[in-house]
């Protein structure tokens, strides 16, 4: 992990200039991506990368040929609006029908939230299972305050995430993610998301990844279409 000093720099500078990206539908079951600009977030240039797929949370059938990865902060109020308005169309159109696997990539930048968020609900997932997992990120995603509030920090903190697992699992299992999330052992696995996410040359959240090419298209049609090809060529 980057040591405080270097965190509170990164926070600076995406405070002072961040700009969210806005995703919104046009008509059932289409959707518009409109990038109005980036944010501070230093990347690597964009490269290819071998993705391990392994102990990363996703929706779908363990068979589905193709893997879309979707790289998110929880902080973001777009990513929000992808969760309630996006993902379900994903999930009708090509998770439930076999054809690919929804995958969550953490990029946690706008703040120390967006990280302490993305640790928790990496012990949610290591230590509770999948199904917990989906049900906390979506409760975390609905609770997460107006986008005038998001880059505020100490929201997310250690009280309000306990209380938000607790409307997805028992007091029992909140005790095991505590106890893993103090010991500070999710921090790898954000790490290794936030490596993906330098190597792919990831610039803004949400970002969508089909096989691990982008998706640059506008309407639910270009992703399906993509999500087709990249099942053709295996």
Not at 1 to 16: F, L, P, R
Not at 24 to 35: P, S
Not at 120 to 146: C, I, M, N, R
Not at 176 to 187: G, R, T
Request: glycine share 6%; proline share 4%.
């Amino acid at each position: 992990m980057a040591n405080s000093n270097k965190k509170t720099k990164k926070e600076s500078q995406s405070s002072s200039k961040f700009t969210f990206w806005v995703i919104g539908l046009i008509a059932a079951f289409v959707l518009g991506f409109i990038f109005l600009g980036n944010h501070t977030k230093t990347v690597q240039k964009a490269s290819t990368a071998t993705i391990d797929y392994s102990a990363q949370p996703y929706l779908g059938k363990k068979s589905a040929p193709v893997s879309i990865i979707e790289f998110g902060d929880y902080k973001c109020p777009n990513c929000k609006n992808f969760a309630a308005n996006v993902v379900p169309l994903i999930q009708k159109d090509v998770v439930d029908t076999g054809k690919a696997k929804l995958y969550f990539f953490n990029d946690p930048f706008i703040n120390v939230d967006s990280t302490r968020a993305a640790k928790f609900a990496e012990g949610v997932y290591h230590e509770l299972g999948s199904d917990t997992f989906w049900k906390f990120h979506e409760t975390l995603y609905k609770k997460q305050p107006d986008d005038s509030n998001a880059e505020k920090t100490d929201i997310y903190d250690e009280k309000f995430l306990v209380a938000t697992l607790k409307e997805a699992a028992p007091t029992a299992d909140v005790n095991k993610v505590l106890e893993y999330f103090h010991a500070n052992k999710a921090d790898a696995a954000v790490n290794k998301d936030l490596g993906y996410a330098a190597k792919l040359g990831v610039t803004g959240t949400p970002t969508i990844f089909v096989d691990g090419k982008p998706f640059t298209g506008k309407t639910m049609d270009d992703l399906i279409s993509m999500v087709d090809k990249a099942a053709k060529g295996k």
